[in-house]
């Protein structure tokens, strides 16, 4: 197990819900933590508080990362302000919920540009820092759409398959590096999405309760410590798939 104090993660998507239990647990293990957000900024202001309160440093950059050239700009932004990024997490995302004839290809690339090609932007901006210093943690926060498809439609479950994808290339390409990559598929999460939905029910998972935020925070925190794991998927899904 690696100390993780003192190094700096970004986590993308921080501003609230999993991405600000992330951020705040990586502070409790000792980081330094950046999040970038696209447009709720008195919510991020509230994850830097508390990553404040929990005594690390903190900082929050704007950014759509939907646009060219700005996962760049925040990862220079953090680098200049915070420092070099040794913990990555590709936490940003959308959900589209909609019937599979009403996906249009700008639906589709909506999508797959916010959840996936951003997480690879990211990444490609990080890495060559991690590979100097031969240690880095390049975390993807997947889904289990991404191995039952889901209710959400083909474009999220692609997405979140492709960061599977991305976590599994990387891991071979850098694991003599000192780089791992993983990914965490979490499923139906006491988040704003499942409390405002009441077709979705605790009744669906084996354990017969939703998640708590708190459980996703702690598999990224232990693929963050831990050297020897790479190239995985930790299943967070009450046993709704089972692999």
Known sequence: MSDITNK?????????GIGREI?????????????????????????VL???????????????????????????TVAEQLGEIDILVNNAGITKVQPLDGISMDDW???????????????????PKMREKRWGRIIMMSSVAAQLGGVIGP?????KAGMIGLAHSYAQMLAKEGITANAVAPALIKTDMIKGNPNIKPDLLPVGRFGEVAEVANAVVLLAQ?????GQTLNVNGGWYMS
Do not use: M
């Open 8 to 16: 700096v993660a970004l986590v993308t998507g921080g501003s609230r």
């Open 23 to 47: 951020a705040v647990a990586l502070a409790k293990a000792g980081c330094d933590i950046a999040i970038s957000y696209a447009n709720a900024e008195s919510d991020a202001a509230e994850t």
């Open 50 to 76: 508390a990553v404040q309160e929990a005594g690390r440093n903190a900082l929050a950059v704007q950014g759509d990362l939907t646009q060219p050239g700005e996962a760049e700009r925040i990862a220079q």
């Open 109 to 127: 690339n909506l999508v797959l540009h916010t959840n996936l090609t951003s997480a690879f932007s990211l990444s490609q901006a990080v890495i």
């Open 155 to 159: 474009h999220y479950a692609a997405s």
């Open 226 to 230: 831990n050297g020897y794991i790479t």
